[in-house]
């Protein structure tokens, strides 16, 4: 299924959630951008900044999109040809996602970017990984892990393709903490946000759609209580923006 994009079998939520996304698939960079204000890029930054990876390793991006994560994480475990043609592992990305229109959409963009070296596309739905147990030293899950059915088995899924030793990373919206920007943040979600995909993306229901996911998915300590059901050991999250959205991190023991 390397770059074949063959269809996954899906229900009825993973049915809507793979329509949403093909919907958005061309505007869902800019629109990225219109939402968070551009804060998105920070969060991904931060968020692959303090990731435990280093150089040769094979990570797992899960819901990876149109790729900002595997981009960024690209220039932390990609070797130099030098340094393989010594013998050493090269270090690779596998950006795996539901959505055959998401990772073309990013396939395309890393061509454009000459970042080609490195990526393989896998199109899986993170509730049951086509990959053999310990297969990865690090697996993400960025703005994903809301749109899965069944989260206890992606977590599951993630902790068993991890080596031991390995970490799991989730960035996710979360409750926000301040009450004063409560009130702001609401407005936001269920006025300006439709609004928004309406001019810009000509498809309002689906941006209500993003909104109401966004609350529907569970807060700080329950999210954490998932890593530790699913077998994470030293599971811990940070809050980003007053929990806009969180970190959680987990480790494969
Ligand atoms: N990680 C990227 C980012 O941060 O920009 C993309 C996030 S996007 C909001 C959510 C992605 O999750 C979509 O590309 C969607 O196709 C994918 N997705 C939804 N359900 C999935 C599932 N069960 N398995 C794998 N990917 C899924």
Redesign the pocket.
Known sequence: THFGFRDVPTGDK?KL??EV?SSVASSYDLM?DLMSLGIHRVW?RYFVATAQAKRGDRVL??????G??ALLLRDRVLRSAHEVAQGKEPGGIVL????GA?LRVGRDRMTDLGKVAGFEYVQ????ALPFPDASFDLVTI???LR???DKDA?LREMNRVLKVGGQARVLEFSEVKAEWFKPIYDFHSFNVLPKLGKLFANDSDSYQYLAESIRKHPPQDQLKAMMEAAGFARCDYKNLSAGICAIHTGYKV
Request: proline share 0%; net charge negative.
């Open positions: 993973q959630v793979g996304f990225n991904k991006d899960l819901a990876g999109g149109t900002d994560i795996g996602d539901i959505n998401m899986l739905n993170a509730e960025a703005f994903g749109n899965v059915t992606a």
